[in-house]
């Protein structure tokens, strides 16, 4: 398939795919946390079995895995896998969700029908202006739109269609595998590596064009609960300890003008509070953590101790515990003993005429996940921008470049086996 005969098809699936309600939630004591995720998982299947991939199937815990057989008959390519995750975010509904496709973008406003005040700006979106003429798809301005992950999926599934197509392009044997709850940090949490059968992987989630991620944030999750004492107001002078001033005090001596997601970028790590469950016996406050180098973690985590310590100290009856929880690690760490796993990637965009970008993530992948656990797997653009909000945006030209790096991707393994 010619280079951007793939824009309509993989267009095409992508608006199907994110009319389903995929949102993940934590909390809800169930893998995969919602079940909207199977029902376009089970989907997937169906259309990867019709494409032609008679092993598609989906397992208990929701994870869906195929192969492409190799076409180059050469035992020595490795087996390499391609994975994006089905779920969005639970910051942003992702129920009916109404894409909208603003063809051959002129450079102007995008205004979002359903609530004027979402607007799309180049002033603000400076890569917007990048995609004139392109196919710029939003939502309509209640909802997420779902490119994180859906543009991935649709690619991946573009590029089976394409590399079953065309039997003469040389590859390897492929796998493909579509997760549940990666926003929830549990996307990996079921996922069986030796069954994947992969040596090699990469996730389809990132952002502009180009974009090939091989370093991650560290991160920890760190819960700070203060213990406080109950008691009739009437009747509390001298006996009560309330747990939520206590946390507002420890809250308020966080640092206004640094270490947080507000106020740092490039390679600078975060302590962030995201969610509190206050009471006046007993208040948590967790938080997320985040360093590109893993020691740091233990530095900012002790450094929280610290300070919720000095809170409590002096007041009769107050308590504070910790309770820390490794959510993932650079995979960096990893990627560095392959650095062949990267070099394919950044070779197959350079023979498309394609600038590889190359940052750290401020955030995470499953990548970073799987890396530690055998299975070494950089990150790739998939177009998506904007994710985790009503302004989300996706470019279809850019999504189908993703399809042309995956095809040329396995290529580029087969020729250097």
């Avoid at 376009?40 to 895995?65: F, I, P, R, S, T």
Wanted: hydrophobic content about 40%.
């Amino acid at each position: 398939m010619m280079r951007g005969m793939t824009v309509r098809p993989v267009l095409d699936r992508f608006l199907r795919y994110v009319t389903f309600d995929t949102q993940s939630r934590e909390g809800t004591g169930t893998y995969p946390s919602t079940p909207g995720q199977l029902v376009l998982l089970q989907a997937l299947v169906d259309e990867l079995q019709a494409l032609g991939l008679a092993d598609a199937a989906m397992d208990a815990h929701g994870y869906v895995m195929a192969t492409i057989p190799a076409t180059s008959g050469r035992a020595e390519v490795p087996v390499i896998g391609f994975i994006a995750h089905v779920d969005t975010s639970p910051e942003m509904s992702g129920a009916g969700v109404r894409p909208i496709v603003h063809a051959a973008y002129d450079g102007r406003d995008l205004v979002l029908p359903d609530d004027p005040t979402a607007v799309l700006r180049v002033a603000d979106l400076p890569y917007l202006g990048e995609c004139l003429g392109h196919d710029i798809v939003t939502a309509s301005g209640t909802t997420l739109l779902g490119a994180d992950n859906k543009s991935g999926v649709a690619a991946i599934v573009t590029a089976v269609d394409v590399l079953l197509a065309n039997p003469a392009i040389p590859h390897g044997p492929i796998r493909i595998a579509f997760t549940p709850d990666e926003e929830i940090g549990h996307g990996t949490t079921y996922f069986d590596v030796a069954r994947f059968g992969a040596q090699y992987a990469y996730t389809i989630d990132g952002g502009r064009r180009g974009e090939l991620e091989f370093e991650s944030f560290s991160a920890d999750a760190l819960t700070v609960t203060f213990r406080g004492f109950n008691t009739h107001p009437g009747y509390a002078k001298g006996r009560m300890v309330n747990a939520i001033k206590l946390a507002a005090r420890f809250i308020d001596r966080l640092p206004p003008d640094r270490l947080s997601p507000e106020t740092t970028e490039g390679r600078d790590g975060f302590v962030h509070p995201y969610v509190m469950q206050a009471a006046v016996d007993r208040t948590s406050v967790r938080f997320i953590l985040r360093d590109f180098d893993s020691a740091g973690l233990a530095a900012k985590a002790a450094w929280l101790r610290t300070l919720a310590e000095d809170v409590v100290a002096g007041v009769a009856g107050a308590g504070v515990e910790f309770e820390v929880e490794e959510q993932y690690r650079n995979m960096r760490e990893v990627l560095d003993d392959h650095p062949r796993v990267v070099e394919c990637a950044r070779v197959a965009m350079t023979r498309l005429g394609i600038a590889p970008i190359e940052r750290p993530i401020r955030g995470g992948t499953d990548g970073s996940r799987l890396s530690f656990m055998g299975l070494p797997t950089p990150n790739v653009f998939a177009g998506e921008q904007n994710f985790h909000s009503r302004l989300e945006w996706v470019s279809a030209q850019d999504m189908s470049c993703a399809v042309d790096v995956i095809v040329e991707i396995a290529k580029v393994w087969d020729e250097t086996a």
